[in-house]
């Protein structure tokens, strides 16, 4: 427990390493997960449109 | 070189017909700067630090706001795609439209700035290399704005972009202008700044026009 | 659709490296941070704050490294118009602007206790603030226009001229410094890194090309199905244009 709380203390540095900590892994993860809904909303938009192209290919013949 | 004056003279006689870039620029110079005092107290050891800063910034400041309409109407109302067409290579009127527009910004900045140098107090000693150091960064700060401009003509929102995307290529004009004037003041005459300043200039000369070209036939595709 | 010939080839060879960069990424941040935490003596001065150095470094070379990406595929882009060069340019900037924020927080972090300001205005830190701004400047540049190719092409204009002037801001930066502060000199990590340093150093700075990598690639492959999209929404309007044409005459 002692070690525990010597390390989340970070030898008194706590109030700036784990904010620093926090933003890298903030911005990183949310840069992430920004893409990949980026990618996810092109995913189902291309799908619907092939989908829609298929229907009316249907319809046309 | 005929053609290239007509294009001077052309902006000229439209910014005279259209009432003041001119006046404008100077105003906005001469009110910014004001502002200065007012917001920081009139204490004349505090504003002499500050002058020649204070006086290079509201100076570039001014000179933005008069870049955004250099390519914006003639892009509006189609003159830009005949200025493409035309003999004179676009990179030359480019220059023009540069010339045209320090004449109209810059040169009346040359001659306001020493008196509001004056007025913050701003020691005699730098007056002189204050309107030097000016003399050779303003055209240049119209040349590398004229990039920024031909980047952003026809955009939404041209007039703030064009500021974010040009204030950080102005740093290093600023930084000399005022190391000019802050050497000067200090006794160690400010030479070596001016000849970097000269050096910025002779280096926009080519290029800026150049970069500025390649932007605007991006734009008149 | 030989438009999309390239692009294919991408989206194929993406797919198969996707997973190994997801993997190597998170192996090496995964034990950079173990290192970087646990495994590494901390610092004989800065004592346990040099460990915001392992996440700060890394960010700050990959702003960079970023850039140099950004300027050469914009070069590329306008010199052999390489269909894939501004998708790339495009995927990259908001990455890179990510990095240099990280890099300038977290460093504010760093700098505090170690050198008792959150900022100090030196040519280093000056220029990693401008570059910021270089790449705001370029994620704005290509969303201002209705025709987004317009966008791509001013943008790559922008990052050329940027990474020409990014070094002379610099170079004015320190000049202007040499003559108000002729005093201290700001080593990042002090005069020399100890050898137990550098191992997580160099594990989090894989780690973070790895992070790129796929932060890239998912990126570009939305770019690449928006301009698809965009292709088949195009076809669809002059398509059924043409067929109610043909049906008003028929």
């Not at chain 2, 004349?44 to 570039?60: D, F």
């Not at chain 3, 850039?67 to 900037?93: D, E, Q, R």
């Not at chain 3, 700001?186 to 594990?203: K, N, Q, V």
Request: proline residues 5%.
């Amino acid at each position: 427990m002692e070690t525990l709380t010597q390390f989340l203390a970070m030898g008194g540095y706590a109030a700036f390493v784990w904010p620093a900590l926090a933003i890298a892994a903030g911005v990183m993860t949310g840069l992430l997960i920004q893409s990949l809904r980026f990618l996810r909303a092109r995913e189902k938009e291309l799908a619907k449109l092939g989908g829609d192209n298929d229907a009316r290919r249907g319809s046309r013949s | 070189m005929r053609r290239f004056i007509l294009i001077v003279g052309r902006e000229l006689r439209l910014a005279y017909r259209q009432g003041g870039d001119a006046g404008l620029a100077v105003a906005f110079f001469v009110i910014a700067a004001a502002l200065f005092p007012l917001g920081i107290g009139p204490e004349e050891q505090l504003l002499s630090r500050i002058a020649a800063g204070v006086v290079w910034v509201t100076a570039l400041l001014a000179v933005l706001l008069a870049l955004e309409r250099l390519f914006q109407t003639d892009f509006e109302d189609g003159t830009l795609d005949l200025l493409a067409l035309s003999p004179l290579p676009l990179e030359l009127v480019v220059l023009a439209k540069c010339l045209a527009n320090w004449l109209l910004t810059g040169a009346p900045l040359l001659i306001a700035a020493p008196i509001i140098a004056v007025l913050l107090h701003m020691k005699t000693e730098g007056l002189v290399i204050l309107t030097a150091s000016m003399l050779l960064g303003t055209p240049t700060l119209s040349l590398i704005g004229s990039i920024g401009a031909a980047l952003t003509v026809g955009a939404r929102r041209g007039g703030v972009l064009l500021s974010l995307l040009l204030l950080p290529l102005y740093v290093p004009v600023l930084i000399f202008g005022v190391s000019a004037v802050d050497q000067a003041v200090a006794g160690m005459g400010g030479k070596p700044e001016l000849l970097i300043l000269g050096a910025f200039l002779a280096a926009a000369l080519p290029l800026a026009p150049w970069a500025a070209a390649a932007a605007l036939r991006q734009a008149v595709e | 659709m030989h438009r999309f010939a390239n692009p294919a080839r991408f989206l194929r060879i993406s797919a198969v490296i996707l997973p190994w960069a997801v993997g190597l990424a998170a192996l090496f941040i995964a034990t950079g941070l173990y290192f970087a935490l646990f495994a590494s003596p901390p610092d004989y001065q800065q004592g346990e704050s040099v460990r915001i150095m392992y996440v700060h470094v890394p960010s700050a070379w990959m702003a960079s490294f970023v850039y140099g990406g950004l300027a050469l595929t914009s070069a590329i882009a306008l010199v052999w118009k390489h269909p894939l060069a501004h998708v790339a340019a495009k995927a990259m900037s908001p990455i890179g602007a990510c990095f240099t924020f990280m890099a300038l927080a977290t460093g504010s972090l760093w700098g505090k206790p170690m050198w008792g300001t959150w900022w100090v205005w030196d040519a280093r830190l000056t220029s990693v603030l401008i570059l910021f701004f270089l790449y705001l400047g370029h994620m704005a540049l290509l969303n201002a226009f209705e025709d987004s190719s317009r966008g791509e092409r001013a943008a790559a204009v922008l990052a050329l001229v940027g990474a020409i002037n990014l070094p002379i801001i610099h170079w004015s930066v320190e000049w202007w410094n040499t003559l108000h502060q002729p005093a201290s000199i700001f080593r990042m990590g002090g005069p020399t890194i100890d050898s137990a340093m550098l191992i997580p150093l160099f594990l989090m700075a894989l780690g973070y090309t790895a992070y790129f990598v796929v932060v890239l690639i998912l990126r570009m492959r939305g770019e690449l199905l928006a301009r698809k999209i965009r292709v088949i929404r195009m076809a669809r309007v002059t398509g059924a244009e043409h067929l109610s044409a043909s049906r008003a005459t028929s």
